[in-house]
């Protein structure tokens, strides 16, 4: 089936750094993709959104990167800071197997700061 | 304005006992989904509902788990019969429905079967 994968289960960054975080996604139907955050012992909270009639997106310190030729999906962090610490997921909206809203998530990264 | 509420927070049941887990969405949202998390993993669907509805189920187990939004009160995911490996985080998230917005998460209920 088609799925949604990371490539760097771990990234770890100093503080104040920039931070790339990528995702590869297989299924060409998709049409929305949405990246989370999700701190330790809680729920995934919304950080930016893309639809696929744009390769990029800018929000407070993050931007998304969307490549439709290869299937491709990154979140870069500006100037990071010890609280973007966190398991980061890309989700795609297949339109299938997840609803109306269709989100398939991918396994995350666990982005770790040091000081 | 609340966000989606979870209850309880942590639930602790020995295996053959019940399950029930709760979700109140986002005020103003009709459309819940319930997902199932294990430790290290991504979130995997388990069943989206409208209200009094079920709309997508395929990813609920067939046996001993149910799901439901009543026309009042919060949406319940029941595990009938728990066994060890249904032990994981849950959590449920609500949109507005419409297709392409994004979903509002709850803190999850992190089951525990012993």
């Known amino acids: 089936g088609e799925n949604v994968g990371l490539h760097l289960p771990t990234l770890s960054v100093q503080e104040g750094d920039n931070s790339i975080i990528n995702c590869a996604y297989s299924n060409s139907a998709s049409d929305y993709f949405i990246w989370y955050k999700q701190e330790s012992g809680k729920g995934p909270q919304f950080i930016i959104d893309i639809r696929s009639n744009m390769d990029k997106r800018q929000g407070q310190r993050v931007t998304v990167l969307l490549n439709k030729t290869v299937k491709h999906l990154s979140l870069q962090i500006a100037a990071t800071q010890p609280g973007d610490s966190a398991v980061y997921f890309c989700a795609e909206n297949t339109g299938s197997g997840g609803g109306a809203d269709g989100l398939t998530f991918g396994k995350g990264t666990h982005l770790i700061i040091q000081p | 304005n609340a966000g989606v509420m979870q209850n309880p927070r942590h639930l602790v049941r020995r295996r053959g006992q019940e399950a029930r887990l709760r979700c109140s969405p986002v005020k103003g949202h009709s459309h819940v989904y319930w997902y199932r998390q294990l430790p290290e993993e991504g979130l995997k669907f388990m069943v989206y509902?409208?209200?009094?509805?079920?709309?997508?189920e395929s990813g609920m187990p067939k046996e001993r788990f149910s799901a439901e939004f009543p026309k009042e009160g919060p949406s319940i995911l029941r595990i009938q019969q728990v066994v060890r490996g249904d032990s994981a985080a849950y959590f449920c998230a609500s949109s507005s429905g419409d297709r392409g917005r994004k979903l509002f998460f709850g803190s999850g209920t992190q089951l525990s079967v012993l």
């Open positions: 509902l409208q209200k009094e509805n079920i709309i997508d």
